[in-house]
């Protein structure tokens, strides 16, 4: 699905949901979800080809893979927090949302402990003395 079908089926949605919401909330929510879970089907083929083109590019640099599988955990709880966030605003739930993108960057933060640890150990094995 290209970008201009999706923005073409975002038109829709959002005016059938603009309906909704008037005469039955939780069926716009119910939309809202099923749109949102539509696209990120559609996209993750996409997604998958990203994490095979940053696999080569791991493989042919001679980085650990290590880091890679970090950073691509840390952005799929970035993308997946997001998503999970914007889905409970639709909802009219904000506080839950809030909720998300704060567990969401605690995790982030746990992930990113052995990165930082690396970058600090070979800070350290820069500098003389």
Do not use: H, W
Not at 81 to 106: L, M, R, T
């Amino acid at each position: 699905m290209e970008i201009a079908q999706i923005v073409g089926l975002a038109l829709l949605t959002t005016i059938f949901l603009l309906i909704l919401r008037q005469e039955k909330p939780v069926m716009a929510v119910l939309l809202s979800i099923a749109f949102a879970v539509v696209v990120f089907v559609f996209l993750m083929e996409k997604m998958a080809s990203i994490v095979e083109v940053l696999k080569e590019l791991t493989r042919r640099a001679e980085i650990n893979y290590f880091f890679l599988t970090t950073i691509l955990k840390i952005l799929g709880v970035a993308y997946l927090a997001e998503f999970a966030a914007s889905i409970c605003i639709d909802a009219g739930e904000q506080a839950v949302a809030k909720k998300v993108e704060f567990a969401a960057k605690i995790i982030i933060g746990v992930l990113a402990i052995p990165i930082i640890a690396a970058i600090l150990e070979s800070l350290l094995e820069l500098m003389p003395g």
